[in-house]
């Protein structure tokens, strides 16, 4: 089993930048992937970006190269960059990872962008 715990939410202003950081209590180095999905009140839960093994990213359509997925292996984290907020950029925003069959979940950090 593995806990993913998320950090670095919070209100920011429209046009402001957060990281979010993912931290594994494990090694994450026999992941297939890991990355970041949120899910804003009403909506369902939508890819953010993701890294695959090997390094390939895969983003969002609507991040329009604002935010930036990094991963860090010596350390069991994964993170992103999220520049030029918007609004509907408001979110929970939860760290996922896959395992051959499995998949984790983290709990979740809110991202609240408004003046």
């Known amino acids: 089993q593995v806990q993913l715990v998320e950090s670095g939410g919070g209100l920011v202003q429209p046009g402001g930048s957060l990281t979010l950081s993912c931290e594994a209590s494990?090694?994450?180095?026999?992941?297939?992937?890991m990355g970041w999905y949120r899910q804003a009140p009403g909506k369902e839960r939508e890819l953010v970006a993701v890294?695959?093994?090997?390094?390939?990213?895969k983003y969002g359509d609507f991040v329009e190269g604002r935010f930036t997925i990094s991963r860090e292996i010596a350390w069991n984290s994964v993170y992103l960059q999220m520049n030029s907020l918007k609004p509907e950029d408001t979110a929970v925003y939860y760290c996922?990872?896959?395992?051959?069959?499995?998949?984790?979940w983290g709990q979740g950090t809110q991202v609240t962008v408004s003046s």
């Open positions: 890294m695959f093994t090997g390094g390939v990213k």
């Open positions: 494990r090694s994450i180095s026999s992941f297939n992937v």
């Open positions: 996922n990872a896959r395992e051959g069959p499995r998949e984790y």
